[in-house]
């Protein structure tokens, strides 16, 4: 063992005893060092608690990242439905800090037929009841051609969406309809609106959708994301969102390849990327430092939206050590506020390996459980009130 091999080792190991301290120990000591900032959201008139939630997301990027799962209170690994479960929880007793969704169901032609967009609105509840994050993806199907969201046969999507009055123009604007009454109706104990971080159109960087790189061009992307963020907001008055971007970067990259189709900062609020770097640590820890350098720059929270290995394998093999060294190695010291894993798909009879968390039974649970324990790992039980503003923040 070399020396830097034992440096990284002795620096892990003490993050994750967090030298003595308790994790909440570990948020609350620094409150007072915290520097006054002053936030900008697309939308001016967003709800308290959602202000409230973008000014912690900033905050807590400097005690620790948030870890977050896909679908995990919907279904996991042997289970379908079932409220209170979690594959997390059943590992560790506790929840993921961020709960991340799947949207497209709620809008798209499959709202009439989906079988679990009840439970999606009933999870949500208990994530937020919690006092949990929120986070929505969106494979929405392709409006144009009636194909899923991975048909990119035709490059007319977009400009069909954004010519007034066709086909396509009009259908989209009633998948927003459907979003947008959804969103209104989650509320909480208070009845207050229940804060989403939503990332329409992810992964843009990539081929494989109808909004993607091969369909769209930089303009058309560009008007697509405003015309959608402003349908939102001006015409169906939708104030509990805050839009995240989210490319994927699975290589080493930099700032040029996050801005890739950048909106324009008044069109973003959250950073995002999602990173299937599988154990090229290096790309993914050079994308980590990039993602804070950006949120830094532009004053917007950043988080890793997707993430993962499927079936958690190194050449074939369970990777028994793949949360701290592929996950919790390379975050200790970059200020990103949430990881979110990829979901966990239902297989009971474990015939496939389309899993990217944890889940009792499976070879890594014991390495999970140092991720669990760091300072620097937030789990829901681990987070300070998400919901009021943090303290020396303003949020415009």
């Known amino acids: 063992m070399n020396k830097s091999t034992i440096l990284s080792f002795a620096f892990l190991l003490m993050v994750t005893i967090g030298c003595g301290k308790s994790k909440d120990d570990i948020i609350d000591d620094d409150k ?92 949500i509840l208990e994530a937020r009841k919690r006092g949990e994050v929120i986070t929505a993806v969106c494979h929405l199907n392709n409006p144009l051609t009636g194909g899923d969201s991975w048909d990119n046969s035709s490059d007319d999507v977009a400009k069909q969406i954004l010519q007034e009055g ?55 992307f560009i008007q697509l994301w405003k015309f959608t963020l402003n349908y939102l907001k001006e015409v169906k008055g939708v104030h509990n969102f805050i839009y995240a971007i989210s490319p994927q970067r699975d290589n080493v990259g930099g700032r040029a390849e996050l801005l890739f189709r950048w909106p324009g900062d008044d069109f ?87 899993f990217y968390g944890p889940w009792k039974g499976h070879s890594s649970t014991e390495d999970f459980k140092v991720l669990y324990r760091s300072s620097v790992s937030l789990f829901s039980k681990d987070l300070p009130n998400m919901y009021v503003l943090a303290d020396n923040v303003t949020v415009n």
């Open 166 to 220: 066709s086909a396509t123009n009009v259908k989209f604007k009633q998948w927003l309809d459907n979003l947008a009454e959804f969103a209104l109706s989650l509320k909480d104990e208070q009845g207050k609106l229940i804060p989403i971080i939503y990332r329409p159109f992810h992964e843009h960087t990539q081929q494989w959708s109808w909004w993607g790189s091969k369909c769209t061009t930089n303009d058309e």
């Open 32 to 123: 007072g060092n915290d520097e006054a900032v002053s936030l900008s959201l697309f939308d001016k008139s967003a709800t308290s608690e959602t202000k409230a939630l973008y000014s912690q997301l900033w905050r807590i990027q400097s005690k620790g990242f948030m870890f977050g799962h896909h679908d995990a209170l919907i279904y996991g690994r042997e289970w379908m439905n079932e409220p209170g479960r979690s594959d997390v929880y059943e590992i560790v007793e506790d929840y993921p800090a961020v709960f991340s969704v799947d949207f497209a169901e709620v809008m798209d032609d499959r709202r009439a037929t989906s079988t679990l967009n009840a439970a999606r609105k009933r999870t």
């Open 268 to 354: 973003v609020d959250f950073i995002g990327m999602d990173c299937y770097h599988g154990t090229n640590t290096q790309a993914f820890q050079s994308n980590l430092r990039a993602l804070q350098d950006l949120s830094k720059e532009k004053l917007k929270p950043c988080g890793v939206t997707e993430v993962g290995i499927e079936g958690i394998r190194n050449g074939g093999a369970p990777h028994t050590e793949y949360w701290t060294k592929e996950i919790l190695t390379p975050l200790i010291g970059k200020q990103v506020s949430m990881v979110v894993m990829w979901r966990n798909a239902y297989d009971p009879l474990k015939e496939g390996f389309h």
